[in-house]
């Protein structure tokens, strides 16, 4: 779903919004009028007394200002009864007007600036939460709950560098392609290493920080992508939610593939895999993967066209270290 189709959406939801509003609204008027007969009657006297003003505006140019004094006594009057008459009963304005889900929009969207109003930006980032599929695991991993601490500081000769300075370099590269994101020369990403070092961490890292700037992050692991993609393509029961994945898969801003390698690898899936990666691509959409593969066993996996586009158009970022267990040690 493009961003557009995610606004148009939210508007529609402003929109029952209001149609809710308004119909709460006249019930309770209608439920005030049945109680105190006399103030339908006052409101409709002093409409009529409204279109009458006009009507002397037009009708008698020439006693113009006398008609309208001698009106706008009368209304001064009726409007006197109706707060005494309010007042008796306990009422006031309020208790006419709609109850608006945002009082500074009214339930629009749109402040009378012209400017989207603040609850709309919040709706705009509330909608991407709920496509990502990541929505309640990114309130602890983010970039503010990552902790270096729990990285070695003993260098891995064959790295030449220790696990924590491995990782300080890979939370600089993911910051700067959230920073960067927008560029459309900033390649996309393909995090690599054994289980438990922390790629589907920075991920999520990755997630929230693009979905608190309204961005449309879709995450799917390989073999659910490939599950969808298979439901698809050979007519299988799939949900209508599953439907709209699918598109969502190509327009989102940021897709992410994690656990790439777990799904069964033949033909069909290599094709599928390739659909995706070239029209992201061409597209200029960002995509993230994750995999626990080396580079080597990439390209022994996935044929040619994949890997031209992995190696072209991918900054390969390595994991190292031992097994962090990220979940069992709670915040990193």
Same mark, same amino acid.
């Given at each position: 779903m493009r961003r557009s189709a995610v606004v148009q959406e939210i508007m529609k939801d402003y929109e029952k919004k209001r149609r809710m509003a308004q119909r709460r609204r006249e019930?309770?008027?209608?439920?005030? =009028? +049945? /109680?105190v007969p006399e103030l339908e009657a006052l409101e409709s006297q002093m409409t009529r007394q409204?279109?009458?003003? $006009?009507?002397?505006?037009?009708?008698?140019?020439?006693n113009q200002q006398r008609l309208i004094h001698q009106l706008e006594q009368e209304m001064n009057r009726l409007q006197e009864r109706r707060s005494a008459l309010m007042n008796s009963h306990h009422l006031t304005e309020a208790d006419f007007q709609p109850h608006w889900s945002c009082a500074h929009c009214q339930d629009r969207g749109i402040l009378k600036s012209g400017k989207h109003c603040s609850c709309f930006k919040q709706?705009?980032? *509330?909608?991407? =939460?709920? /496509? $990502? &599929?990541?929505?309640?695991?990114?309130? !602890?991993? *983010?970039?503010?709950?990552?902790?270096?601490?729990?990285? $070695? +500081? !003993?260098?891995?000769? +064959? #790295? %030449?560098? $220790?696990?924590?300075?491995n990782m300080l @370099?890979?939370? @600089? +590269?993911?910051?700067?392609?959230?920073?960067n994101f927008d560029e459309p020369n900033e390649k996309n990403l393909l995090f690599y290493g054994p289980t438990g070092l922390g790629k589907t961490f920075m991920a999520n890292c990755i997630a929230k920080a693009l979905l608190d700037r309204e961005k449309v992050v879709i995450y799917q692991t390989a073999i659910k992508?490939?599950?969808?993609?298979? &439901?698809?393509?050979? %007519?299988?029961?799939?949900?209508? @939610?599953?439907? @709209?994945?699918?598109?969502?898969?190509?327009?989102?801003?940021?897709?992410?593939?994690?656990?790439?390698?777990?799904e069964l690898t033949n033909t069909f899936t290599n094709g599928q895999l390739f659909q995706i990666i070239n029209?992201?691509?061409?597209?200029? !959409? !960002?995509?993230?993967?994750?995999? &626990?593969?080396?580079?080597? #066993?990439? /390209?022994?996996? =996935?044929?040619?066209?994949?890997?031209s586009r992995l190696f072209a158009y991918y900054s390969f970022v390595k994991f190292f270290g031992k097994d962090i267990r990220w979940e069992g040690r709670g915040a990193v």
């Open positions: 019930e309770k008027v209608q439920a005030i =009028y +049945e /109680m409204g279109l009458a003003i $006009s009507r002397a505006l037009l009708s008698d140019p020439q709706q705009l980032i *509330n909608q991407a =939460y709920q /496509m $990502s &599929n990541l929505a309640g695991i990114l309130a !602890k991993e *983010n970039f503010k709950t990552f902790r270096i601490d729990l990285f $070695s +500081e !003993k260098e891995i000769p +064959e #790295e %030449g560098l $220790s696990p924590r300075d @370099q890979v939370l @600089q +590269e993911c910051e700067g392609f959230v920073f992508l490939i599950h969808l993609l298979e &439901n698809h393509q050979f %007519g299988r029961e799939g949900t209508p @939610q599953d439907s @709209q994945v699918l598109t969502r898969l190509f327009d989102c801003d940021l897709l992410i593939i994690d656990d790439l390698g777990t029209t992201r691509h061409l597209e200029g !959409k !960002k995509t993230l993967i994750s995999t &626990n593969l080396p580079p080597g #066993e990439l /390209m022994v996996r =996935y044929d040619d066209r994949i890997c």
